[in-house]
């Protein structure tokens, strides 16, 4: 019954590898985020797709690409990982752009050594 | 570049008492929302606001859009412990943007 799941819960890994998280709604929701929030706990958007196509892309290094397959999908690929990259990193949904409830994800709490 | 300050920062009380959390902006929104978030968890959506003066009620969460749709406030009354954690605005901007902007964040600890 999760509206939206994350995979991994948690990622450990070094300096130089690159990783993937994946993330899924079962909500019919046309529009997907992704955020990520610091050990300060600021929370700030990286990217958003609208049925598939990308529709905010956030000043963020070239490292990170989203790939949406579908619009229940939407995956975050991170190459060359850097220290920097520690954080959580949350999924959301949206039913339609632009002024709706997001439902967020669990997150993917991403360590970097 | 929108921003969104929220003051306190922290906040720790007891149970029983009042409270009140602030966003504060130079930019105008065209609608704002609150998120709670807990520990481990996303942030939930707890309400959204559109219009400048609005006033909306969550049982014991009563949530303002300043008239200029700048600002907003959420009182909690005779706060319990099961409020307790982080409390986050977000503004969506006026200019047809497709995102919202969240604020800084304000923890909020109840103690029983």
């Known amino acids: 019954d999760t509206a939206v799941s994350q995979t991994p819960k948690y990622l450990v890994t070094q300096m130089g590898n690159d990783k993937s998280i994946k993330c899924e709604q079962n909500?019919?929701?046309?529009?997907m985020y992704w955020y990520k929030q610091d050990s300060k706990k600021f929370l700030k958007i990286m990217f958003s797709?609208?049925?598939?196509?990308?529709?905010i892309n956030e000043t963020v290094p070239n490292r990170f690409s989203p790939k949406s397959p579908d619009k229940a999908h939407l995956n975050l690929h991170i190459n060359s990982l850097e220290l920097g990259d520690s954080a959580v990193y949350f999924c959301?949904?949206?039913?339609?752009?632009?002024?709706?409830?997001?439902?967020f994800g669990p997150g993917t709490r991403l360590t970097v050594t | 570049t929108q921003l969104l300050e929220q003051s306190p920062q922290f906040l720790s009380i007891q149970e029983g008492e009042n409270l009140t959390v602030y966003c504060n902006s130079s930019?105008?929104?065209?609608?704002l929302q609150w998120y709670r978030q807990e520990p481990g968890e996303g942030p939930v959506l707890l309400v959204t606001?559109?219009?400048?003066?609005e006033v909306k009620k969550l049982k014991r969460l009563t949530f303002q859009f300043g008239d200029a749709r700048k600002d907003s406030s959420l009182h909690i009354t005779a706060a319990q412990t099961g409020d307790t954690g982080l409390y986050l605005c977000?503004?969506?901007?006026?200019?047809?943007?497709?995102?919202?902007?969240f604020g800084t964040g304000t923890r909020l600890k109840v103690l029983a």
């Open positions: 959301a949904s949206s039913p339609r752009v632009a002024g709706y409830e997001q439902y």
């Open positions: 909500l019919g929701h046309d529009t």
């Open positions: 797709y609208n049925n598939k196509e990308l529709i």
């Open positions: 930019s105008v929104f065209s609608s």
């Open positions: 606001v559109v219009t400048g003066g």
């Open positions: 977000a503004g969506r901007g006026t200019s047809g943007t497709y995102k919202y902007i």
